[in-house]
């Protein structure tokens, strides 16, 4: 039996099964150019691209891709919002600014929270507004929205969108937002294509006009590579009576995932576009080797199998064998880990 684990550890690292299997996950993992072995603060090795493949470096990527698999498929989900970052308009500002969404709560010491954008004639103006994750890599599953209301106003309306929309992604320039030439009431819609990549787009989603906060699941998890969130309101159901102008109004953002750091981190390769794939051992419960065992010997390879043996081999095997062979990959149960959600 050992014999025969040994011969599939062997072909899973030479055949990179392993990496096979993240990118039938997450075919956004194809932009990763390089991985990153990082061994402390001032050491790192990183792999060949160009010379002959050496065992010792399929079995760094192969670490790193089964670390990756094993991430995505059991870290506990949480809010994944670290900060929030511009919003398309904001009303009355810093009052009802975009930070008023980060909070649980719409009334906070005896005073209304919420971000309200500013006032339209036409309901069809968008708005939009922009978070950074708690890390560079998360797997998004859904974000959850409560529209504002305005319970000062007569008829206690609530300043909902017709239908929204997400955006993931990087952002490709530090210069601006670091200076902190904009602001976050105004960093919007002119500055979406300078300062950022999105490189995925959800389906729309009907938002209903509801004092409740709103679940959208999307259609399978998002491998979110650079750490950066847009949530786009399409459309305006709410007139205010004051002035006659629609408003969009929202008390509270929350986006539900797994966030992969300090596991895991990128490097951008501005002038290709790609990524490196930075990965720390010392952070990551392998499902590969005890620590403190030496790097390159023929125990080493024994010590991953018994070890996989002691995890569960046949699983990973088995879920590698049916994603390759399209017979679907169970990401775990979405709903066990509802409750480690604030």
């Avoid at 952002?171 to 902190?180: A, N, Q, W």
Wanted: aromatic share 10%.
């Amino acid at each position: 039996m050992i014999l025969y684990e040994l011969i599939v550890l062997t072909a899973v690292i030479a055949n990179g099964l392993c990496k096979q299997l993240c990118l039938k996950m997450f075919p956004e993992i194809s932009s990763f150019a390089n991985v990153i072995e990082v061994k402390s603060k001032d050491k790192r090795v990183m792999h060949p691209s160009n010379d002959i493949i050496e065992w010792h470096c399929l079995e760094r990527e192969h670490k790193a891709y089964s670390f990756l698999a094993h991430g995505v498929t059991s870290f506990k989900k949480r809010d994944c919002i670290s900060e929030a970052i511009s919003s398309s308009s904001t009303d009355n500002y810093p009052e009802e600014s975009i930070d008023n969404t980060l909070e649980q709560h719409d009334r906070i010491e005896q005073r209304a929270s919420y971000w309200s954008s500013k006032g339209e004639s036409d309901p069809e103006v968008p708005e939009s507004l922009t978070y950074k994750l708690s890390a560079n890599l998360c797997v998004i599953t859904e974000i959850r929205i409560q529209p504002f209301q305005a319970y000062f106003q007569f008829g206690f309306p609530i300043y909902s969108s017709k239908a929204v929309r997400f955006r993931m992604g990087y952002r490709k320039s530090l210069v601006e937002l670091d200076s902190g030439i904009m602001d976050k009431s105004s960093a919007g819609k002119s500055s979406d294509r300078e300062m950022y990549v999105w490189t995925f787009l959800s389906p729309t989603f009907p938002m209903s006009q509801e004092n409740c906060l709103q679940k959208f699941e999307l259609p399978k998890p998002v491998f979110c590579i650079g750490g950066y969130l847009q949530i786009e309101l399409l459309g305006r159901v709410q007139r205010q009576d004051l002035d006659g102008l629609y408003y969009i109004c929202i008390s509270y953002v929350q986006v539900v995932g797994r966030p992969l750091s300090p596991s895991f981190d990128i490097e951008h390769l501005e002038a290709s576009g790609k990524f490196i794939l930075k990965y720390h051992p010392e952070y990551c419960t392998s499902p590969l080797r005890p620590p403190g065992e030496e790097s390159s010997t023929p125990s080493r390879l024994r010590s991953f199998t018994a070890r996989l043996l002691r995890r569960g081999v046949r699983g990973w095997e088995q879920m590698i064998l049916n994603t390759l062979l399209g017979r679907g990959t169970v990401l775990g149960d979405d709903e066990s880990d509802d409750e480690h959600v604030a």
